[in-house]
């Protein structure tokens, strides 16, 4: 059984810090890693992808993938409290080279304090 | 393109009912995703399309559940005889690529 693992929270941290989150995968033969974020009673929105080893910004935003360790994080910088939502981790199966479906952690649920 | 469409919203509906939820995926689109979402846990997978072509459906949670895409666009999902263990947000999300495109999603309250 394929597993994403993440720290469910929640994680509080005052506006303008930066908040981290976590996420471990048990597949090694994996390549494509996903953010998502969602607002409460809302769908999930991409925030981030990564496909290779190291780090990749988008504004404030930046992921951070180690495939030797099966970890993938994401940061974000100045947070604010419009970032106050659950970011979840998923790690995308493949089937002979194919696109598959998405296997999703739980969620880390994210609190941005004024 | 206004994105992944799903209809209805929400559907509440009585035990031993069926259900049938539709969703439009973005136009250019070939692969559709189902997925089931219940509180505090992330999306679930459980059928996905390439074009007509269900690709991989053994995570439907049991024969109760059934999709279909007819001709490649547009899809169903139906879960026939509903529990109330079937509450939950049911999300549908299209690619052209790496990346899925979530709907809103349908909201079933089973009483």
């Known amino acids: 059984q394929k597993e994403v693992e993440q720290n469910s929270g929640p994680l509080s941290v005052p506006e303008g810090a930066i908040a981290s989150l976590n996420c471990t995968y048990s597949d090694r033969v994996s390549q494509s890693f996903f953010w998502y974020r969602q607002y409460s009673g809302k769908s999930p929105e991409l925030i981030m992808s990564?496909?290779?080893?190291g780090d990749k910004e988008d504004g404030r935003f930046t992921a951070q993938l180690n495939k030797a360790s099966q970890y993938v994080s994401l940061l974000i910088r100045d947070s604010q409290p419009s970032d106050s939502a659950t970011y979840l981790c998923?790690?995308?199966?493949?089937?002979?080279?194919?696109?598959?479906?998405?296997?999703f952690g739980k969620g880390t649920k994210l609190s941005v304090k004024p | 393109d206004t994105g992944v469409s799903q209809d209805p919203r929400h559907k509440i509906t009585k035990r031993g009912q069926n259900v049938t939820f539709r969703c439009d995926p973005i136009s250019e689109h070939n692969r559709l995703y189902w997925y089931r979402q219940t509180l505090g846990q992330g999306p679930e997978f459980l059928t996905y399309?390439?074009?007509?072509?269900?690709?991989?459906k053994s995570r439907l949670l049991s024969d109760r559940f059934s999709a279909e895409r007819p001709k490649g666009s547009f899809s169903t999902l139906e879960i026939q005889r509903t529990e109330q263990g079937d509450s939950a947000m049911y999300l549908c999300?299209?690619?052209?690529?790496?990346?899925?495109?979530f709907g809103a999603g349908t909201r079933l309250s089973v009483l």
């Open positions: 990564i496909y290779s080893n």
């Open positions: 399309f390439q074009n007509e072509a269900q690709l991989e």
């Open positions: 998923a790690v995308m199966m493949n089937y002979g080279g194919s696109q598959g479906n998405l296997i």
């Open positions: 999300a299209s690619s052209g690529g790496y990346i899925q495109y």
